[in-house]
């Protein structure tokens, strides 16, 4: 019999894609993607595809723990709710916190809310997506009057010219990009990336546009000027439906052509090139994600973007818009229940006497909070400087995605008490918690996501409850009972919650605010269970979601127009001197998620970037004195890191890129977030996450070590390391500024053998290279690589080796050797996870195979023919390799 598919949504990104999970026969579970689910119609990306092999029960925190002693649901419940109760009467609402996720599902989210903002009476609730999207928010809202995003990714499909902008959509929202992609090739949409780096998605762009960093507002007043200029502006829509059009165009005329080609460092011509493309096509998205956001000017560069599409009436209707990607799965559901501190349930806001009523009223709520809490940043300030006294983490690691993160470790440390509810027993936040509990990962829980198109899709459950984790929502409603509020947290199932959230999006709405799925109010659990994707707002009577919103012309504002916003170009809060002469940017990579708690757990995700590394320009390396592949130290006014120098023409002069996935978890000291100054957007709270002065150094390294083993090699003692999984066992970078006495010790220390195992050893004392491989039975089980420079030798192969056997002493040497050997397949540094294809094997497909272009590597290895994120990296080894060959 074949075992039943559960349909449900991927835990990644805020593309939102529908996954389709089966169980085999072997108990191990199949992922695919959902070809009838709106968002991705069949596709998933390199990080979706792997989601089967992160649902290991390996390092998951499975029981309720105070002070790291196992307790009982009962006494941690009680404990949290008594250290909550007492905090707040002795020191009142506003002394105690919930620091929340854009991780959680809606029903979390909906429970967390209710609790913090309606029964204990204070609105300290903020979330990750904070760091994310809060700049659109504030901008929608400046705008629209209301949070909405207006379009859906159908507009991406049907618009001519996609303007990405701040966005690597091709590594950070892949199934989104590849629609794109699909359009490019089949209709001839243009594409025009606006990036300081030369990423994967400007590679596929018709035009690249590496602006200065923060130059974002400049280059679109230059762009509402020129609108104006080439009698672009569609004066009928002006004057229906919106406001306040002379006073923006007033502020972007302050800059004139050459001040924005100075401002943006952008030639003129590139300039007008994209202005003329804008002005020309009629079927415009412009879709942004956090290089705008994360900014001080964050907000204003979201009403620059928005300022265009109003001026020529490019909203609301097929193929145009302004487009927020968020980059989490349910960064939107969290803003649907207020899930940031300044803003109340169902879109409602905070600082309306009208709105506090209807939420208060319809909660039988004793009290509501009327006034903002603590924005994220802020919220950590509050917590190191006292006000904030009892806080509750769920579903989040602030301790490395927060700026000035060293500052929120001490915050932490300096907590009288912290609460993390996770599904990771070690991460480097739950190392600050009095109490742990154990919350439920994807695959065990239940309730609903938003994604970036207004869609809400169901996450089911297919896995075992493991251990005593609970829901999110459940943990919250127990705490809140024994806080004597039973009787506003009864919910014995996520339906239910969404039940109330649904009518509670209704309750006195009428049309006046655009989140409302009353269709969904009362809602049964047998209806719940069998929901499809559906996109807000759905009123009562409404048999289907609403596609595109303003398309009537209609906003939320009070006279139902919208507002152009008058945007004036600054400069970043922070400035780069002597000292720090380089702008830091941070960002995601390919195959890596948020603090990679979860694709650190697969082997292929490792296997594309294994190691944190700042990406320089070669002159600004060669002025730095550092060289690729050797390590440097990064450093702010605020830390340092330690990182591997990868140097490259597509990053712009003067600025530098580092990840922001590594934790004190996989990696000596690469958490990037230690740099970045705490500067946020005044209006929006968001954090300055793409701008922070720095200076790279070179670490000084005496010497380079590559270690793999069947258990993680030791780290203790090191000065740099960065560890990730490989396919049977692990492997380990690392460096050191001090020579060793004695590298056979060192080995065995490294390596975790005693003195007697099967140890092989090789030394070539002119070159400093000292060479390690231990067996036992016969098969390879570690392995280190010394040397002066850092090791040159075939590192997905020797992975790839472990638990291997090795009985003669020619293909011992090999390993020693630390290549595969001629005729021995050696895959190369893996390039498309989808299908585990590395480098090498494009390069061979090139040389001996005849490949000549990314086509072809596709139809020959089948690499880049799914998610289609690598296809770029494909295309430039295809050219490498054909250049050399001709060389
Ligand atoms: Fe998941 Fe990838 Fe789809 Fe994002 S694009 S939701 S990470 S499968």
Redesign the pocket.
């Known amino acids: 019999m074949t075992a039943p598919v559960v349909r449900t949504?991927?835990?990644?990104?805020?593309?939102?894609?529908g996954?389709l999970v089966r169980r085999k026969a072997d108990g191990a579970y199949d992922v695919a993607?959902d070809p009838e689910h709106p968002?991705?119609k069949g596709?998933?990306?390199?990080?979706?595809?792997a989601?089967a092999e992160t649902l290991s029960l390996d390092s998951r925190m499975l029981h309720p723990m105070i002070a790291d002693r196992l307790v009982s649901w009962t006494q941690a419940i009680n404990h949290v709710a008594d250290r909550f109760k007492s905090t707040i009467a002795e020191h009142g609402a506003d002394a105690v916190a919930f620091y929340v996720s854009g991780q959680l599902l809606t029903e979390d989210y909906y429970v967390a809310n209710k609790l913090m903002k309606g029964f204990i009476g204070s609105a300290n609730i903020d979330t990750n997506s904070r760091l994310c999207m809060a700049s659109s928010v504030a901008g929608h809202k400046r705008a629209f009057g209301a949070d909405t995003v207006p379009g859906n990714y159908d507009d991406l499909e049907l618009a001519d010219l996609v303007v990405l902008v701040g966005s690597n959509l091709a590594w950070c929202?892949?199934?989104?990009f590849q629609r794109i992609v699909a359009a490019q090739q089949a209709r001839g949409t243009q594409i025009v990336v606006i990036d300081p780096r030369r990423t994967a998605t400007a590679e596929t762009a018709d035009l690249h546009l590496a602006l200065a960093p923060g130059s974002d507002v400049a280059l679109f007043n230059g762009l509402l000027r020129h609108l104006d200029a080439a009698g672009a502006i569609d004066p009928a829509y002006v004057t229906a439906y919106t406001s306040g059009l002379d006073a923006a165009l007033d502020a972007a005329r302050a800059d004139d052509p050459a001040t924005v080609e100075r401002r943006t460092g952008i030639e003129a011509s590139k300039l007008l090139a994209f202005y003329e493309l804008f002005t020309k096509h009629q079927r415009v998205v412009t879709v942004y994600s956090q290089g705008v956001n994360q900014s001080t000017a964050g907000t204003d560069k979201v009403n620059a973007i928005i300022n265009c599409h109003l001026a020529t009436g490019r909203i609301g209707k097929p193929g145009m818009g302004p487009f927020s990607i968020t980059g989490q799965?349910n960064a939107m559901g969290g803003r649907e229940v207020g899930g940031l501190a300044n803003m109340l349930a169902a879109h409602m806001d905070l600082n309306r006497p009208d709105h506090a009523r209807i939420v208060q009223r319809f909660w039988k709520a004793p009290t509501i909070a009327t006034r903002p809490g603590y924005k994220a940043v802020d919220l950590f300030r509050a917590v190191g400087e006292g006000r904030i006294k009892a806080l509750w983490i769920m579903a989040t690691n602030p301790v490395d995605s927060l700026p000035e993160a060293d500052s929120v470790s001490r915050a932490l440390q300096a907590c009288p008490f912290v609460v993390v509810s996770d599904v990771e027993r070690h991460t480097d936040t739950t190392a600050y918690a009095d109490v742990l509990l154990p919350s439920l990962a994807w695959g065990e829980k239940d309730g609903t996501v938003t994604?970036s198109e207004r869609s809400i899709s169901r996450q089911r459950a297919f896995m075992p409850v493991p251990g005593q984790a609970m829901p999110d929502w459940w943990q919250m409603a127990e705490v809140a009972k024994r806080m004597g509020f039973a009787k506003g947290f009864g919910f014995k199932q996520p339906a239910e919650i969404f039940a109330e959230h649904a009518a509670l999006s209704a309750t006195d709405n009428a049309g006046t605010r655009d989140f409302d799925i009353g269709a969904h109010a009362g809602i049964t659990a047998a209806r719940y269970d069998t929901l499809t994707p559906f996109q807000w707002p759905q009123p009562d009577g409404h048999a289907v979601g609403t596609a595109r919103m303003f398309s009537d012309g209609r906003y939320f504002t009070a006279d139902q127009r919208a507002r152009f916003v008058p945007t004036v170009w600054r400069e970043a809060a922070s400035a780069i001197s002597d000292a720090y002469p380089l702008v830091l940017n941070t960002g995601r990579i390919r195959d890596q998620?948020h603090t990679m708690t979860r694709t650190s757990k697969t082997a292929r995700l490792m296997g594309h970037i294994a190691e944190p590394f700042v990406e320089m320009n070669p002159a600004d390396a060669a002025r730095a004195h550092v060289q690729a592949t050797e390590i440097a130290v990064v450093r702010s006014a605020h830390g340092s890191i330690l990182v591997r120098v990868q140097t490259t023409e597509r990053q712009r002069l003067g600025s530098v890129f580092v990840p922001i996935h590594w934790t004190d978890q996989l990696s000596s000291s690469a958490r990037v977030d230690v740099l970045v100054t705490g500067n946020t957007d005044p209006l929006s709270g968001q954090p300055e996450l793409k701008f922070t002065p720095v200076t790279v150094e070179p670490f000084q390294a005496a010497w380079y070590g590559f270690a793999i083993g069947v258990r993680p090699p030791n780290r203790v003692g090191l000065e740099y390391w960065a560890l990730a999984k490989a396919r049977s066992g692990f492997r380990l970078e690392c460096a050191g500024r001090t020579q060793q006495s004695d590298w056979a010790e060192f080995a065995r220390r490294v390596l975790g053998i005693e003195a007697a195992a099967d140890m092989l050893a090789y030394r070539d004392a002119t070159t400093g290279q000292h060479r390690f491989a231990v067996f036992e039975n016969e098969c390879l089980i570690a392995a280190l690589y010394v040397a002066n420079r850092p090791a040159v030798v075939s590192r997905g192969w020797l992975a790839d080796q472990l638990g291997q056997r090795f009985p003669g002493p020619h293909d011992r040497m090999r390993l020693l050797a630390g290549r595969a050997g001629d005729g021995v397949p050696d895959k190369g540094a893996i390039v498309c996870s989808c299908f585990d294809i590395g480098a090498t094997q494009i390069a061979t497909a090139v040389t001996g195979g005849g490949c000549v272009d990314v086509a072809g590597i596709g139809a020959a290895l089948g690499a880049g023919t799914n998610?289609g994120s690598c296809r770029s990296e494909i295309g430039r080894i295809v050219e490498h390799t054909r250049r050399a060959t001709v060389e």
């Open positions: 949504t991927c835990p990644y990104c805020g593309v939102g894609c996954v993607g968002a991705n596709r998933l990306c390199s990080k979706g595809s989601l929202h892949p199934v989104l799965p994604n998620w998610c």
